[in-house]
C-alpha cells in the first residue's frame, strides 16, 4: 500500500475512512474509494484507488488492524485525559481565558501555568520572584563589577517548558512586540537567550493578568507596562 504517498494526512477524514473500510471488509474497490474519499482528495481518487490495490496477505491485514485499534485506544484515552483536565479548570476558567488573550498562549499552554503556578498571586511578592522561582530569571554571577554568566536559574522544569513553548510560537508570528523583541534579542545573542528573556516576560505578563484579572491587550488599557 502506498496511500501515504497520496494523501499527505493518512489519519484524516479520507484516510480515517479508506482505513476503517479496509479493516471492515478486508479489501477495498473503486467504488469503496469512491465513498470513502472526501473534499479535495476526490480530484485525486483514481491515484487513491492506484495505490491501494495490491496484495495484502491476511497477516498484513492482521497488523493493519491491530496498529488500527492501537491508535482508536490512544485517541480515546487522550480525550478521556482532556476531558478530565477541562474539568478540574472549571473553577478556573476566567483566569484560563485571560491566559490565552497573551500572544502565543495556547489552550494547554495557559493549563500548564494554571497547574504550576496557581492563580493566587498572592502567594509571590512580585512578578521577578515568580520568574526567579519559575526559572526564567537571568543568573547574577558577578564578581569585580564584571558578570561571570548570564544562565537562567534553575525552577520549575515544567511552567518553564510551557513559557519557552510560548515564546518560540511567538517567534513565528508577527506584527506584536513580544514578536519584535525576541528577533531583536535573536539577533545578538541568539535565539536560545531570546527564548529565555522573552519566557521571563510572558510570565511577568501572567502574574499581573491573574493579580489583575484583566486581559492582555498590547498598547492597551489592559496592556502590562512591567514587561520591560
Not at 473503486?30 to 491476511?58: E, H, M, W, Y
Request: with cysteine.
Amino acid at each position: 500500500m502506498k496511500l501515504g504517498t497520496v494523501i499527505s494526512d493518512v489519519f484524516g477524514v479520507s484516510g480515517r475512512n479508506i482505513l476503517e473500510r479496509l479493516i471492515e471488509q478486508g479489501y477495498l474497490d473503486a467504488s469503496d474509494v469512491d465513498q470513502c474519499v472526501k473534499g479535495t482528495i476526490r480530484n485525486k481518487k483514481q491515484q487513491v484507488a492506484d495505490s491501494l490495490f495490491g496484495t495484502i496477505t491476511p497477516h498484513q491485514l492482521e497488523l493493519i488492524r491491530d496498529c488500527w485499534e492501537h491508535i482508536v485506544f490512544l485517541e480515546k484515552s487522550i480525550a478521556s485525559l482532556e476531558a478530565k483536565i477541562d474539568a478540574h479548570l472549571q473553577p478556573y476558567h476566567e483566569e484560563y481565558k485571560l491566559l490565552q488573550t497573551i500572544p502565543g498562549v495556547s489552550e494547554a499552554t495557559a493549563a500548564a501555568i494554571i497547574a504550576e503556578i496557581g492563580v493566587d498571586m498572592t502567594q509571590f511578592p512580585s512578578a521577578e520572584q515568580l520568574s526567579s522561582w519559575a526559572g526564567v530569571a537571568p543568573g547574577n554571577h558577578e564578581s569585580a563589577g564584571k558578570k561571570k554568566s548570564t544562565k537562567s536559574l534553575k525552577g520549575n522544569s515544567h511552567v518553564k517548558v510551557a513559557l519557552c513553548e510560548a515564546a518560540w510560537a511567538i517567534a513565528r508570528s508577527r506584527n506584536n512586540g513580544l514578536s519584535t523583541k525576541f528577533w531583536k534579542i535573536a539577533s545578538r545573542r541568539g535565539k536560545k537567550k531570546a527564548c529565555i528573556a522573552v519566557a521571563r516576560k510572558i510570565l511577568v505578563i501572567c502574574y499581573h493578568i491573574l493579580r489583575d484579572r484583566q486581559p492582555y491587550i498590547e498598547g492597551g488599557p489592559g496592556s502590562i507596562p512591567q514587561v520591560s
